[in-house]
């Protein structure tokens, strides 16, 4: 297998694994507000959470940022914490939109810290950072593009299929999330 397909299938098995809960219940908090008909709005969404782990992985892996790992494993479940409220107060009309954007850039920068401890463990060779960091990010954002999908399907279903109203889904997973994440935080408190 090329380096291109052995990192691209890292990443995509990193992102995709149950093990990973963290990203995945961020990835779920972060959909819970938007339906089938807003793919577009959840496509960009899903490319800034991207961008920012893209760019705190490159940090990383470069050496040039380093932030203890016991930190970074506290923030990560604060991210979703944050989500949900932010879900539950209801700052998602259009006219916000790109606040969520920025949001998911930003936290995207965190969860890309607790990425970087996986792949810096995962490089070869240190020499040739670029075409691993290409393909795991790659494999990731494929890997979350599987995940959304299956977050947008179930919430369709739930929405057009059974009925349920969006606010009430809104509040039941954002809920979910939030109780999900503030344990998480508790068993991640690095002080």
Known sequence: MSTFGLYLRLGFEH???LAGID????LVALCA????????????LVTAFTIGHSVTLAWVSLG????????IEFLIPTTIVIVAVNNVLGHTSTAKMG????????FGLIHGMG???YFRALLMDSGSVVLPLLSFNLGIELGQLMVVGIIVGVSFVCLNVIG??????TVFVSGG???????????TWPW
């Open 64 to 71: 040039s940022v380093t932030i203890p790992s016991q930190v």
């Open 99 to 106: 606040r969520n954007y920025a949001m998911a850039l930003v």
């Open 115 to 117: 990425f970087s401890n």
């Open 23 to 26: 990203h995945i219940l961020f």
């Open 164 to 169: 349920a109203k969006q606010r009430d889904w």
């Open 33 to 44: 507000v938007y339906r089938l008909q807003q793919w577009k709005h959840i496509l960009i």
């Open 15 to 17: 992102i995709s694994d």
């Open 177 to 187: 999330a939030f109780g999900i994440g503030l344990t998480m935080m508790a068993e």
